[in-house]
């Protein structure tokens, strides 16, 4: 494996823990805006880290 697809996968696995565990020490109220806030947040760290590591 060449240097730029380790760091790929690293960052991957690096954002997938973030996107999991992040929102739970992150205290939100339970009404519907925030629960879906809280969803976007997962769901940019689960995907778009390893795409801004892709360029």
């Known amino acids: 494996m060449n240097k730029r697809a380790v760091l790929c996968i690293l960052g991957a696995a690096a ?4 996107g ?4 739970v020490f992150v205290s939100f ?13 997962q769901e ?3 995907f778009g ?3 801004l590591l892709l360029y």
């Open 15 to 18: 954002s997938l823990l973030l």
């Open 20 to 23: 999991i565990f992040l929102p």
């Open 29 to 41: 109220s339970d009404d519907f805006v925030s629960t879906y806030l809280r969803i976007g947040v």
């Open 44 to 46: 940019l760290l689960i």
């Open 49 to 51: 880290l390893p795409a």
